[in-house]
Structures are given as C-alpha cells and as structure tokens.
C-alpha cells in the first residue's frame, strides 16, 4: 500500500492522523498544503474533499476525510499497536474519552483559537474568548484529575484519545501566547499548561513518543 496523507500545518486533526501513522509505524507520503495559499481549495484537493478541509488520506482509489473515518481505517488495516483498545472494556473505555473530547472539549478549544488567530482583538472577541474559557476550564480540570490515576487518559497504554486531545491543547496553548502579543488577556492564562499538572505530564510522554518530531507543525518552529 501506498498511502498519501494531505495535511494542513498547525491543524489539530492532521496532527492526531501523523501521529497515529507514526505510532503504528506505518511509512506514508506526505503533502503539506500551504492554507494560506489557497491549497485546500483548489480543484485537485476539492476533487477529494469537496469540502476543502483537512486531513485526507488516499490510498489508491480509496479516499478517506475525516480524522475519526481516518484513524478507523487505519486501525483497521494496520492493527498493531492498537489505538481503540484491545478488549470490549478497553475499547469502550476508548471510545468514551473520545465523545466526551469530541462533545464538550473541542468546541471551546478551536473557539478561543479560532477567534485568537483569525478575528479582531476587540471586545467582542476578548468576551467570547471568556465564555469559551469557563467552558473548557472545568472539562481541563477533569481530565487533569483522571490522569492522576493513570498514565493515558483511557487507560494504561496509549490510545487515539491521547493522539486526539495533544494537538488540540497545543493549539489552545500557542492561542494563549498569540493572545498576548496582541495585549492579552488575563483570563486566558487560567488555561495555561502549568495550572495542570497531570496533562503536562502527560503531554510530555507525547512529545517522547518516536516520531513526534516529524509530526510538529513545520510553520511553529519559525
């Protein structure tokens, strides 16, 4: 198989398929589209996705989007190590962390960036940006306790809702730092990575995982 993985820089979702790939040790080409350059929205690209978003992954004539379609299908076709658990119990458990991403983390995570990156720095923003952070505050605080009884936030071994919540909280953290060149603003920093011990610990098993390195949004590092 060969498999093409086109992905965005600094997008959360590509960053959860590269570092799946690379965890499973599954060799892939890759193609960086420059968002700001309009890539994603070329014919070539909205021939695969007609929606214009990334990732995508092809694999001869199979096309897939999505990350959560993504990451299924690569559990599928390369089962070793597992991400979505072994047993039923550990599967579900899974499973779980990752509705519980999905529904009520990652809505005020891109909020705040989204609106960090791309909006004015006005008072409308800096109000919505506060909204966002009382919402996710409490969904930080619980995950940072569950993490005190085990070292990955399904279990004991590392699992596609570990790979699914890093690039997210790296985004919100980066939001923080962009939040403070343009003034700041206070409320944002009670969302900072040393107010959570235990996710810090965990973040850093990440960033020791093999083939993190590759995976780092290539534009962070200017």
Request: proline fraction near 7%; aromatic fraction near 10%.
């Amino acid at each position: 198989m060969s498999i093409t993985v086109y992905w965005g820089s600094g997008s959360p979702f590509s960053w959860t398929v590269l570092l799946a790939l690379e965890t499973k040790g599954q060799g892939y080409e890759s193609r960086l589209l420059q968002m700001s350059q309009g890539e994603h929205k070329t014919p070539e690209f909205l021939a695969l996705n007609p929606r214009g978003k990334v990732p995508v992954l092809v694999d001869g004539s199979q096309v897939i989007s999505e990350s959560l379609a993504i990451l299924t299908w690569l559990e599928a076709q390369y089962p070793e190590p597992p991400l979505f658990g072994r047993t039923a119990v550990e599967k579900a458990a899974v499973m779980q962390v990752v509705s519980e991403l999905v529904s009520y983390v990652e809505a005020p995570i891109m909020a705040i960036s989204r609106t960090t990156f791309f909006k004015p720095w006005d008072a409308d923003s800096q109000a919505a940006i506060s909204e966002s952070v009382a919402a996710a505050k409490p969904e930080l605080q619980r995950l940072d306790t569950r993490l005190q009884s085990m070292p990955w936030l399904a279990g004991q071994v590392l699992s596609v809702a570990d790979l699914r919540l890093y690039p997210l909280l790296q985004l919100l953290w980066r939001a923080i730092g962009a939040a403070d060149r343009k003034g700041g603003l206070p409320v944002m920093h009670e969302l900072d990575r040393d107010n959570f011990p235990e996710l810090d610990r965990w973040a850093r098993q990440i960033e020791a995982l093999h083939g993190y390195n590759r995976t780092y949004p290539p534009h962070w590092r200017a």
